[in-house]
């Protein structure tokens, strides 16, 4: 399995409060996905890296930001949590361009705003 | 602009038949990757398979193949001799060139015995 660990993966906070999840990996791939899933959108993505503090937005970036200030970290910050944040989130790596290009996702954190 | 469009939310096949999942794309990328990707219940996201663009050839792998067609920008997977395992969310997903890992909403599959 690929070296790719979420944390934390599930938590329950309140409206207006800044949340920070985590995207941890040990396979110094060059790229990093945070996706959001809700029923009926599917996966969509909120924010991704191409390298160290190299970040740009994805299709659902409002009120979110990021942070990747070193190759296996990659910080997804709700600067003040609302209800409609409520989702899971699923880190992804890859390293495209490789023969076998594939990504690997993360286990999910389930995020409740309350 | 890039876009990833599954048109079939849900679908459904008997054990041991064969079903076909929908994708289309777009994209200004000439050489980029198209995935299929599988969800169980578990949440977990699985590779079932992966095609290069510039591959004429269409992937298989197992039971799992695609139909790939470059100039419709079209990327089908198909299942045979479904089995009650493949019950799942499957996601199609490309990236390639400057583009990023996008996906589409996603098809839920049900495999009934």
């Known amino acids: 399995d690929a070296g790719i660990t979420q944390s934390p993966r599930h938590k329950v906070t309140e409206t207006g409060t800044p949340v920070t999840l985590r995207c941890h990996q040990t396979?110094?791939?060059?790229?990093m996905y945070w996706y959001r899933q809700d029923p009926g959108h599917g996966l969509r993505l909120i924010h991704y890296?191409?390298?160290?503090?190299?970040?740009d937005k994805g299709e659902v970036s409002d009120g979110y930001s990021v942070s990747r200030s070193k190759t296996e970290d990659f910080l997804l910050t709700l600067e003040s949590a609302t209800s409609s944040q409520t989702s899971v989130y699923f880190c992804?790596?890859?390293?495209?361009?490789?023969?076998?290009?594939?990504?690997?996702f993360g286990q999910g954190t389930r995020l409740t705003v309350v | 602009a890039q876009t990833v469009t599954q048109s079939q939310p849900e679908m459904s096949v008997q054990e041991a038949e064969t079903v076909t999942l929908s994708c289309t794309y777009d994209?200004?990328?000439?050489?980029?990757?198209l995935f299929w990707y599988k969800q169980p219940p578990s949440r977990q996201m699985i590779l079932v398979i992966r095609?290069?663009?510039?591959?004429?050839q269409n992937a298989t792998e197992n039971r799992f193949s695609v139909n790939f067609q470059k100039a419709a920008k079209s990327f089908s997977l198909k299942i045979s001799d479904s089995q009650l395992g493949d019950t799942a969310m499957y996601f199609c997903?490309?990236?390639?060139?400057?583009?990023?890992?996008?996906f589409g909403k996603g098809t839920k599959l049900t495999v009934n015995p």
């Open positions: 992804a790596i890859s390293e495209e361009g490789s023969m076998n290009t594939e990504a690997f």
């Open positions: 396979e110094n791939h060059r790229y």
């Open positions: 890296s191409y390298g160290v503090k190299d970040t």
């Open positions: 994209t200004s990328e000439n050489n980029y990757y």
């Open positions: 095609q290069e663009a510039y591959k004429q």
């Open positions: 997903g490309q990236e390639g060139g400057s583009e990023k890992l996008v």
